[in-house]
């Protein structure tokens, strides 16, 4: 049988242990695979593919508190899933650090408390944020939040295109 990766790399690749006879990948055997002239790969591989995200996020500008390490700080929540959010803060935030938050949102009578979450990028004061561990009330305010806010800006969508 002949390698099936051939039209991913142009590659020599050695017969060894493959399963079904197939060969083994060069970078799982730990050998550099040598170039058949100009390495070509597949046009699947070049193509760009559109960044999807799983969850929605909405574009807001709500306040929030954040506690790290015992120091408090204050932000700017610049957008906002069920599952996570976009903070820019008044110190610079370290990846992979674990933060409380307390969103303030709007028609809300108290903030919304995130007990555990972690900053997954940082770009300058700008941060990702994934929620970890949030108290099912909390979960439950927040889900129901972002699901109010999304079906009102449908709406909104919808007459901005009737009008126009």
Known sequence: MRASNEHLLSVRVPRAGGRLGRPLSPLLMGN??????????CSTMEQTRAYHRSLYRLPVTYPAMYCVMSTAGEGTITNLSAVGC?????????????????????????????DEAQVRWVHGNLAGIEFVQVEPTANLRLHGFVWDQMVQRVHTIQQHRATS
Not at 33 to 38: F, M
Not at 104 to 111: I, T
């Open 86 to 114: 976009t903070i820019e803060t008044d110190r610079p935030l370290l990846a992979e650090q674990d933060v409380a938050l307390r969103l303030l949102l709007p028609d809300q009578r108290e903030s919304l408390p995130i």
């Open 32 to 41: 550099t695979p040598q170039p058949l002239g100009s390495i070509r790969l």
